[in-house]
């Protein structure tokens, strides 16, 4: 008699590349990842060559950041990089952005099952956190060149979107499919999550002073850890739990040197370590460990 393994087991035994479906990935999403960064990286230059010692914002409405810095790096008012390294830093998210938009277009291609995992079975979703991380990017990156109130809109607007896409991925992974209201009628949960993740962003980015983002955030994040644990502990359906493990490891260690910085105690005004910038990283970090997570995901056929 011969002893048959089943598929989700077969699947378990896959190489990390395999399990988390990075293998082989075809030179197109590197082109994707690392030629639109350099895009961006590029324009980043252009504009700080061109207007180094300009005083672009002046007549700008100032952020609280410029009138009492809250950071620890030193501020050019007459520069279009106000402050520098935490300008320049963003350039992260933005790659992050880019490489996962190319994954979200290389799944949507390849048409995977479900039971490979929500993430590549809905790709719209990861298309749609990559552009947040983009928009993060781009955002950040305008408020702590600018200092201004302009700015740090469309830098905490950033930050709602990459938010509110980790907590569709994470009720997506939880509920992947629903049933129409009194019919029998089961359709896929991505387009309406897509549509709240839409909206939700938009909404917050421009109403985004109406309402307190420490309070907002809470709840986002509260979301996302509901459903990120009560996804792993469902039956049927497998996780690596080491990135989950990773991303709180992050976000407690960013936490840490953001406070330190905010305090004064990490590095000087002048040094090339600021602890704003280093937050950037390691947040960013929290991004790509939760995608991680979430993309390691494997069902049975019943899952």
């Given at each position: 008699m011969i002893n048959r393994v089943p598929p989700i087991e077969k699947r378990l035994q896959l190489g990390m590349a395999e399990r988390l479906k990075l293998d082989k990935l075809p030179r197109w999403v590197h082109g994707i990842g690392l030629g639109g960064t350099g895009l961006v990286l590029l324009l980043f230059i252009?504009?700080?060559?061109?207007?180094?010692?300009?005083?672009?914002?002046?007549?700008?409405v100032p952020a609280d950041e410029f009138i009492n810095p809250e950071y620890g790096e030193h501020i050019y008012p007459d520069s279009v990089f106000r402050t520098r390294i935490n300008t320049w830093s963003n350039l992260i998210y933005v790659c992050f952005g880019f490489y996962t938009?190319?994954?979200?277009?290389?799944?949507?291609?390849?048409?995977?099952?479900?039971?490979?995992g929500y993430m590549t079975f809905a790709p719209?979703?990861?298309?749609?956190?990559?552009?947040?991380?983009?928009?993060?990017?781009l955002g950040s990156g305008f408020f702590h060149a600018s200092l201004t109130k302009y700015g740090q809109q469309c830098d905490v607007g950033g930050m709602y979107a990459t938010m509110i896409c980790m907590v569709a991925i994470a009720v997506g992974s939880w509920l992947p499919k629903m049933r129409a209201l009194r019919t029998r009628h089961i359709f896929p949960s991505w387009p309406v999550l897509a549509i709240i993740t839409i909206f939700g962003s938009v909404y917050f980015s421009y109403y985004k002073w109406e309402y307190s983002f420490s309070q907002i955030s809470t709840y986002l994040s509260g979301t996302l850890f509901l459903?990120?644990?009560?996804?792993?502990?469902?039956?049927?359906?497998y996780l690596q739990i080491r990135w989950f493990v990773a991303g709180v490891?992050?976000?407690?260690?960013?936490?840490?040197?953001?406070?330190?910085d905010?305090?004064?105690?990490?590095?000087?005004?002048?040094?090339?370590?600021?602890?704003h910038a280093i937050w950037h990283l390691v947040s960013c970090l929290?991004?790509?460990f939760l995608f991680l997570y979430f993309r390691s995901e494997e069902r049975d056929e019943n899952g």
């Open positions: 252009i504009i700080f060559a061109a207007f180094k010692d300009v005083p672009v914002w002046a007549e700008w938009i190319g994954l979200a277009i290389y799944d949507w291609k390849r048409k995977l099952p479900l039971e490979r719209i979703l990861t298309f749609l956190f990559g552009l947040s991380g983009i928009y993060l990017g459903f990120a644990t009560v996804s792993l502990i469902q039956p049927s359906k490891i992050a976000i407690t260690l960013g936490s840490k040197i953001r406070d330190l905010i305090s004064d105690q990490f590095t000087g005004p002048y040094s090339i370590f600021q602890g929290l991004y790509v």
